[in-house]
């Protein structure tokens, strides 16, 4: 299993960026996948969740409103596109397989990409 | 929603046994599974406790996962501490389609 995630980088307050994740070595569409970002120092902040396909999509209310998960099964992948961006999103992004039950927590992580936020 | 509360720091020496407590407010302990992870510095972090109590495979007999209702808490044991182990914890749950991560726990090992 292994997850990549790509994109990232600067982006101007009220800018948007987007951010993907390819995933191989299994199924990807037999799981849900998560965003979770992790500010400069800071603990782990769950961002988003997408169903297996894709129908279902659920955002932490911080982020609820700027932020629009998808997935793109043919290609294994999936995108995390954020808008109306602040400087308080400014973080590394890691993708997040979870389990196949909910108890499995996040099994596999990506190395994390970086997006900051500033003028 | 509930959130989960996790001292900022704990330190033990080498050899000696710590215990992280992950604490909800908000619904008991008991609803949801709980998981811990360790993070490394400058790395992912990595599954050491699911389901409450459960080790993935290669995960050392020396972590162990436990929960108290009485507490509603949920606790991670590390037994025989070893340098290696000095990193970053998280507990996390999940409730109603959000995942909770606890604050994080930095365990220093002297």
């Known amino acids: 299993v292994h997850l990549e995630e790509s994109g990232g980088g600067l982006g101007q307050p009220g800018g948007s960026l987007r951010v993907s994740c390819v995933a191989s070595g299994f199924t990807f569409s037999s799981y849900e996948m998560n965003w979770v970002r992790q500010a400069p120092g800071k603990g782990l902040d769950w961002v988003a969740a997408?169903?297996?396909?894709?129908?279902?999509?659920f955002y932490a209310d911080s982020v609820k409103g700027r932020f629009t998960v998808s997935r793109d099964n043919a290609k294994n992948s999936f995108y995390l596109q954020m808008n109306s961006l602040r400087a308080d999103d400014t973080a590394i992004y890691f993708c997040?397989?979870?389990?196949?039950?909910?108890?499995?927590?996040?099994?596999?992580w990506g190395q994390g990409i970086l997006v900051t936020v500033s003028s | 929603n509930f959130m989960l509360r996790q001292p900022h720091s704990v330190s033990e020496s080498q050899g000696k046994t710590v215990t992280i407590s992950c604490t909800r407010s908000?619904?008991?302990?008991?609803?949801?599974?709980v998981q811990w992870y360790q993070q490394r510095p400058g790395r992912s972090p990595t599954t050491l406790i699911y389901?409450?109590?459960?080790?993935p495979s290669g995960v050392p007999d020396r972590f162990s996962g436990s929960i108290d209702s009485s507490s509603n808490s949920a606790s991670l044991t590390i037994s025989g501490l070893k340098a290696e182990d000095e990193a970053d914890y998280f507990c996390?749950?999940?409730?109603?389609?959000?995942?909770?991560f606890g604050g994080g726990t930095r365990l220093t090992v002297l």
């Open positions: 996390q749950s999940y409730d109603n389609k959000y995942w909770v």
């Open positions: 997040a397989r979870a389990g196949y039950t909910y108890g499995q927590g996040f099994d596999y």
């Open positions: 389901e409450d109590s459960r080790r």
């Open positions: 908000g619904g008991s302990i008991a609803d949801d599974y």
């Open positions: 997408i169903n297996r396909g894709g129908s279902s999509k």
